[in-house]
């Protein structure tokens, strides 16, 4: 039996663990944090992630855990319409989004793997391109070794050398919060260089997320900021913020990876982030490493790994600038560049916008 050692034990390292077992693969999961945990946070999985998922056998698991995203569209401030989405189209053509927990994925991931093979509390601190992996003061050698570290992997050092991330422009927070009163309405709504978005869990619970133009490592209290930005915009922002539990609220800055000229070299192999960190704007960065994973462990047996090279990067690549497209215009901030941007949201029709997802959607294992 071949072996793998996955380095990672996010989304993207459980998923390829799971893709590579399912095909006889013996695998090896090394996770630096003491215990797996995902930041509490909400998950929109797209139709294609969800086609990941059912070809690595738990897509009926996620689906039973999650709740269909059926109002999607985006609005200002004031909270008038920019852009409405029709979900009904989406739904026929593609199938509906869903938001889940994260950690209620990472649950899903992890029970789909036999117990000895995720190993926590190793910290790889190198990876040869002949499969040598050395961690926590020893070696071990693979048949595969996949960088699954997320975006600043150390894996990537063995096949393309120092990359540093970008910095896209704009931080963003995230919570999940149980709202005062139940909560069925969802979207995002757009202001000049900020923008706040929601949408209720399965049980209740909301997720709710917010992005704003700053230097990077701004020193603010995420709070009384969000409050600042976002309290007089329209309901039922303010009361979500109410809602908030300041331990409870995450901030991330945003960064972009530069393109990589390989995700393979000798037997290593870069999922998810590693590969391919992208803007949160599309909700793909995670969906892309669960086909990552399907189709790595499609190409795992062949005598090198470019046709996994070959199938994922120009993809990844295009949904990254995609992604990182819609940023910008989502947190442009000029009042006359603003206003233009919103005449022209209102003016695309829904159905163009929903043929417009096909490049993303139209995936198939
Ligand atoms: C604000 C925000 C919102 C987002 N929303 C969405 C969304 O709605 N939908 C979506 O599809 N995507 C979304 N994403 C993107 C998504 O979160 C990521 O693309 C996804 O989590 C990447 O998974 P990963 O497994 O590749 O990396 P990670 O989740 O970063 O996991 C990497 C793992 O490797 C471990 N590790 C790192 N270094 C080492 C080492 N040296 N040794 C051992 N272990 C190591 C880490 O501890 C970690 O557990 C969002 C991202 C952000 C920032």
């Known amino acids: 039996m071949s072996g793998a050692v996955i380095v990672g034990g996010g989304i993207g390292g459980l998923a390829t663990a799971i893709a590579l077992s399912r095909r006889g693969w013996d695998v090896e999961v090394l996770e630096r944090s003491p215990r797996l945990t995902a930041l ?3 998950l ?22 999650a709740r269909e995203e059926v109002g999607a569209g985006i609005r200002d401030s004031r909270g008038r319409r920019l852009a409405r989405s029709d979900m009904a189209a989406v ?6 989004p869903i938001v889940i927990h994260r950690a209620d994925l990472l649950d899903i991931l992890r029970a789909a793997l036999p117990e000895s093979a995720v190993r926590t509390g190793i910290s790889v601190t190198e990876v040869c391109t ?6 926590s003061g020893s070696r071990e050698t693979a048949d595969l070794v996949v960088g699954a570290d997320g975006i600043r992997s150390v894996v990537r050092r063995a096949v393309c050398g120092h990359i540093e991330p970008v910095y896209a422009g704009y931080t963003a927070w995230r919570t999940v919060l149980t709202p005062r009163e139940p909560l069925l309405d969802m979207g995002e709504s757009w202001g000049r260089g900020e923008r706040f978005g929601f949408t209720p869990l399965p049980d209740g619970r909301v997720y709710a997320f917010a992005c704003a133009n700053m230097p990077p490592d701004a020193e603010i209290d995420g709070p009384s900021e969000l409050r600042r930005r976002f309290g007089h915009w329209h309901n039922p922002i303010p009361s979500l913020l109410d809602a908030i539990d300041p331990a409870a609220l995450l901030r991330h800055d945003i960064y972009d990876l530069p393109r990589l000229d390989t995700y393979v070299r000798g037997r290593v192999a870069l999922v998810g982030d590693a590969a391919h960190a992208m803007t949160p704007n599309l909700g793909q960065g995670a969906c892309q490493a669960l086909e990552d994973a399907v189709v790595l462990a499609r190409h795992a047996d062949e005598p090198d790994l470019t046709d996994y090279d070959r199938e994922r990067r120009p993809r990844a690549r295009m949904i990254a600038d995609r992604s990182a497209r819609i940023g910008q215009v989502a947190q442009l901030s000029s009042p006359p560049v603003v206003f233009a941007r919103d005449l022209a949201l209102r003016a695309i029709p829904a159905l163009a916008q929903v043929r417009g997802l096909a490049p993303v959607l139209d995936w198939s294992c």
Do not use: E, F, P
């Open 40 to 42: 509490g946070a909400g």
């Open 44 to 65: 929109s999985l797209w139709s294609n992630a969800l086609r990941a998922l059912d070809a690595l056998g738990v897509g009926a698991q996620v689906r039973a855990r």
């Open 91 to 96: 739904r026929a053509r593609y199938g509906l």
């Open 130 to 135: 002949d499969g040598v992996v050395t961690h």
